[in-house]
């Protein structure tokens, strides 16, 4: 029995337009050890769920051929979170279509629910508050969810399994066997895989298509996160 649902944010439960693929892109692009370099939409995708300051360093490596150090990472970190910021002040995120009706069933269902995210709380924390989801005591039906965890809050962000252990810390989940793990990247498939879980799902409202994802090793694949209670209910 599946008692912990384990999400990811933009892309996954969050209709953010793509905005931290842009940011993310144009942030290492921009930086001056970047000069001369091209930073491909295909490496943006590579690293696409990964804690950003992670993404940022790769990127900028794999662009330039040269690691930036500390300095150089943390700068373009903060013109990332500038230029996501602005993005969304002008076009705010939204909750994907159904995925609060699919909250309140889990809800209903005594169902725990935590989000993961590749961000660190600085930006998921005013994103949360922008959607007015909220977190409270475990199994509180007058919060949305039950736990989020931050990329910067583990050892190691995806596709190690850490997120998704620390979720089950904060909800008191003991077993993988009663967790699903759910996301739009293939990092998130592969979190998923690598620490256990009963159920690991794709969705495709991100910019991944089913053929995309199918690739990966995963249990099940959706349109979308608003499917997950039909998909318990055939487990």
């Not at 491909?40 to 769920?49: S, Y």
């Not at 690691?67 to 373009?76: G, I, K, L, Q, S």
């Not at 050892?155 to 077993?175: I, K, W």
């Amino acid at each position: 029995m599946i008692r912990l649902v384990v999400l990811d944010m933009a892309g996954t439960t969050v209709d953010e337009g793509g905005a931290v693929y842009v940011a993310l892109h144009d942030a290492v692009a921009a930086d001056r050890v970047n000069v001369g370099s091209e930073v491909t939409e295909a490496a943006v995708q590579e690293w696409m769920g990964t804690e950003k300051r992670t993404a940022i360093r790769a990127l900028t490596e794999a662009a330039s051929g040269t690691v930036p150090d500390t300095e150089a990472v943390e700068r373009m970190y903060v013109d990332f979170r500038a230029r996501l910021s602005t993005a969304y002040r002008e076009a705010p995120p939204v909750p994907i279509a159904g995925t609060e009706e699919m909250f309140t069933e889990l809800r209903r269902r005594g169902i725990r629910i935590a989000l993961t995210t590749g961000f660190g709380r600085d930006i998921a924390e005013p994103l949360l508050a922008s959607l007015g989801w909220t977190t409270g005591s475990i199994g509180s039906t007058d919060s949305t969810v039950d736990a989020v965890v931050c990329g910067d809050e583990v050892a190691e962000g995806r596709p190690a399994p850490y997120l998704v252990f620390r979720a089950m810390e904060r909800t008191g989940t003991r077993s993988v066997d009663e967790v699903l793990v759910g996301g739009d990247t293939v990092v998130d498939l592969r979190a998923g895989t690598n620490a256990g879980a009963r159920v690991v799902l794709g969705v495709t409202t991100g910019k991944l298509s089913f053929a995309d994802l199918e690739v990966e090793r995963h249990t099940h694949l959706l349109d979308s996160v608003a499917g997950i209670p039909a998909l318990l209910d055939r487990l």
